[in-house]
């Protein structure tokens, strides 16, 4: 089977390539294959964390309702990523190397943590709970060194103003989703793996503050002495709240965690003070945020068109409210309690209209043309 981003260094090779990009025609899904994004996952981590606050909330069918379709959508883009990469291998492989989008494979990792959470919380199911941590941590461990040696020994690099954005903090979105769904085994496991996995936890929390500070000053100085289009401030820029808002949804989770655990118990202080600050952290971002989305779209008019990296804008509204509802929990902040309510309905909005939005973008693609010229495509 022949992948269509195969190139020839030969003069048949190109001329091959000449006709293939004058007479020949690509089918419709393949063509959405080829352009698949490497965030798309950000779907499954949205409606992960929706479905979790709606059960921390009361709102137990619409989780399990969100849960299911969940699942769902794990296993159709798990499906679309391995034909990716089958008919597209260069195209795969080379936007793990790609500075501006191969961040975005970290919703992969995200992703599975969440929905270990989900099985964990939802369905007491500690067997696959435990099943897809493992496979979290493992893509885990695959991507982060893979990607980041990539960027490292690369002669070509992008300036800072077009290699950083957004999509770098999935890298700390996904080391905090290893250290909540590690955190929740570890409360629901004997000894002598409770010790374990909330060390692991505990590590994963820390090293995802560590990554935090520094791809929040590349972001934060590309901010603020780089000009900035409307078309940069991309949706996923909501992520520098998100990123804070998981590390106060695992820290929160490790003061409850420890009682079971001595070291954990020596810790809280810290556990406490460095989980208030990255929620205080997330807040500061909330109208930071909001003040630059009028901009984008109030002032500079900037069209609303769907894309895959408005579930990445999603997110980090479903966190914002299970983080401040489990910090309430383990600190005892009950004058916080009308948050979580308010963020865990606008993340509810702004799911059902992305969902939507993109459902109807489905649509438009399969009624479209089953088969259109390469001449006639953006590469």
Not at 24 to 37: D, G, I, M, T
Not at 171 to 177: E, N, P
Not at 264 to 280: H, N, Q, R
Request: hydrophobic share 50%.
């Amino acid at each position: 089977m022949e992948s269509s981003d195969t190139d020839s260094g030969s003069p048949a090779g190109a001329h091959r390539q000449t006709l293939k990009s004058s007479d020949k025609v690509l089918p419709q899904w393949r063509e959405a294959l080829r352009e698949l994004s490497p965030a798309y996952f950000g779907l499954v981590m949205a409606t992960g964390i929706v479905s979790l606050a709606s059960d921390m909330m009361g709102h137990a069918h619409l989780a399990r309702g969100l849960f299911d379709l969940n699942i769902a959508q794990y296993g159709l883009l798990w499906l679309a990523y391995l034909l990716r990469a089958w008919y597209f291998p260069r195209r795969f492989v080379g936007d793990m190397t790609d500075h501006a989008r191969a961040p975005g494979y970290f919703t992969l990792v995200a992703a599975t943590g969440i929905l270990a959470s989900q099985f964990i919380l939802l369905r007491n199911d500690m067997a696959t709970g435990f099943v897809m941590w493992a496979l979290a941590v493992t893509l885990w461990v695959l991507l982060t060194y893979t990607i980041f040696t990539a960027f490292t020994i690369k002669s070509g690099k992008p300036p800072l103003e077009r290699g950083v954005n957004g999509t770098w903090l999935l890298a700390v979105v996904s080391t905090q989703a290893l250290a909540v769904s590690g955190a929740l085994l570890a409360a629901r496991t004997g000894q002598p793996f409770r010790l374990e996995l909330n060390l692991a936890a505990l590590s994963m929390w820390l090293l995802g503050g560590m990554l935090y500070i520094w791809t929040m000053s590349l972001i934060f100085y590309r901010y603020t002495f780089f000009s900035l289009s409307p078309a940069d401030l991309t949706p996923p820029y909501w992520i520098n709240m998100g990123a804070m808002a998981i590390s106060t949804l695992a820290g929160s989770l490790l003061i409850q965690n420890a009682s079971q655990a001595p070291y954990l118990a020596s810790l809280m202080p810290f556990l406490k003070g460095f989980t208030v600050l990255y929620w205080a952290t997330g807040t500061w971002w909330i109208p930071m945020l909001l003040c630059l989305g009028i901009w984008r779209y109030g002032f500079q008019r900037f069209p609303f068109r769907y894309e895959p990296a408005y579930w990445g804008a999603i997110f980090p509204l479903g966190m914002y409210a299970a983080c401040t509802w489990q910090l309430n929990r383990a600190m005892g902040f009950d004058f916080l309690g009308f948050l979580p309510l308010v963020f865990l309905y606008a993340a509810l909005l702004g799911w059902m209209l992305t969902f939507v939005a993109m459902v109807r973008r489905v649509l438009c693609l399969a009624s479209s043309p089953r088969h259109q010229p390469d001449h006639q495509r953006i590469d």
